[in-house]
């Protein structure tokens, strides 16, 4: 079985597009969205509802929290709040009722999913560091544990070892994208971050997500461009602060 995981769409619609244009084209059996759906980007409901379109499973980001309930943006940066505050006003009430419905976390098909950790979801910490998933790895009992919420994919093992010292990626193009593929090992444990579709920030300004190969047990991370100008304008023109498109271009 072929599972499609994304995460941390952000309202971005030209990426997200593009990504289930790659879904489709890789016939995947399952999609599975760690959340972040909304946030940032100019467009929320289109994102919300081909988001639900596509995905078997939707869990909560911090910003589908804040995006529905205004109240929780109290820990969030100026620009973020302003985004948040800006997406309240235009979703709907059912809108705002779906995200805040979703669930904080999930074990399904035998793996682990959650937006930020599994230790303590509601506290949407980051795992950034191996030291940060040394912490993670006892409060998950499955081999796989997948998470979004930093913008940054990276695959950690629980014997520290990180995804530069696992086997050596398999390197391919295809017609609209670039994967690297990762054969993981049964016996192990990992935590891995799909990346972000819509808000890239490992300098990298290509969208990310993940395909897990539950028969072979690979993982893949593709990397595709899309319109990335469409959806920095559409920041602009929507009035959200600048910061928000010109971070799109850069990848961070
Ligand atoms: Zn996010």
Redesign the pocket.
């Known amino acids: 079985m072929l599972i499609a995981i994304i995460s941390?769409i952000?309202s971005n619609l030209e990426a997200l597009q593009k990504a289930v244009e790659i879904i489709e084209q890789k016939a995947v059996d399952r999609v599975i969205c760690l959340g972040?759906i909304v946030?940032y980007g100019a467009n929320p409901k289109q994102c919300l509802e081909l988001t639900r379109k596509i995905s078997h499973h939707i869990i909560m980001?911090?910003?589908d929290q804040a995006a529905a309930d205004v109240r929780y943006t109290d820990i969030f940066t100026p620009n973020a709040r302003t985004a948040a505050i800006w997406t309240n006003k235009i979703l709907s009430d059912d809108e705002r009722v779906k995200l805040l419905l979703l669930p904080m976390g999930l074990k399904i098909e035998g793996m682990t999913f959650v937006h930020a950790s599994p230790h303590n979801p509601y506290e949407w910490n980051y795992i950034t560091k191996h030291s940060e998933a040394n912490l993670n790895f006892r409060y998950f009992d499955t081999p796989l544990c997948f998470i979004?919420?930093s913008?940054v994919s990276k695959i950690f093992c629980e014997e520290g070892a990180n995804e530069d010292e696992l086997i050596r990626p398999l390197s391919t193009v295809g017609i609209n994208y670039f994967s690297n593929k990762y054969q993981l090992l049964k016996s192990k444990k990992y935590i891995i971050n799909v990346g972000?579709v819509g808000?890239p920030r490992d300098k990298d300004w290509r969208l990310s997500f993940g395909i897990l190969d539950t028969d072979n047990w690979t993982y893949e991370n593709i990397r595709a461009e899309y319109d990335v100008k469409a959806a920095a304008k559409k920041i602009r023109d929507a009035g959200l602060p600048e910061i928000l498109a010109t971070r799109l271009l850069l990848g961070k």
């Open positions: 941390d952000h972040d946030g980001g911090n910003h979004g919420h913008h972000s808000q």
